[in-house]
Nanobody
Framework: QVQLEESGGGLVQAGGSLRLSCLVS????????MGWFRQAPGKEREFVAV????????HYVDSVKGRFTISRDNAKNTVNLQMNGLKPEDTALYYC?????????????????WGQGTQVTVSS
């Protein structure tokens, strides 16, 4: 059974930084594309970033380009999301997800496994 566990969320002031991590267990991590999604209160969950199984391919939603960086360590079964220049509109519950089937997917239906989420709150 594949399990994903996020960590690193918290409360930060606007302009600050956080680093989210997601540990994957129970599967072959190096076979999965890994993504981050977020859901703000009253809004639908949205794509944030994705990285291919080998790490060569990445893609970001326009609103975080230049501020967020996704990376992975296949030896540690971990994917990270470094978030700099945080804005109040980045406040959301952030989810990690794994895809067995696609190279660098951005839609939620392409992901097979999900974590429970970690809360990020950015104060103004």
């Amino acid at each position: 059974q594949v399990q994903l566990e996020e960590s690193g969320g918290g409360l930060v002031q606007a302009g600050g930084s956080l680093r989210l991590s997601c540990l994957v267990s129970g599967g072959t991590f190096s076979n999965y594309a890994m993504g981050w999604f977020r859901q703000a209160p009253g809004k639908e969950r949205e794509f944030v970033a994705v990285i291919s199984d080998g790490g060569a391919g990445t893609h970001y939603v326009d609103s975080v380009k230049g501020r967020f960086t996704i990376s992975r360590d296949n030896a540690k079964n971990t994917v990270n999301l470094q978030m700099n220049g945080l804005k109040p509109e980045d406040t959301a519950l952030y989810y990690c997800a794994a895809s067995r089937r696609y190279y660098r997917p951005t839609d939620q239906t392409s992901f097979d496994y999900w974590g429970q989420g970690t809360q990020v709150t950015v104060s103004s």
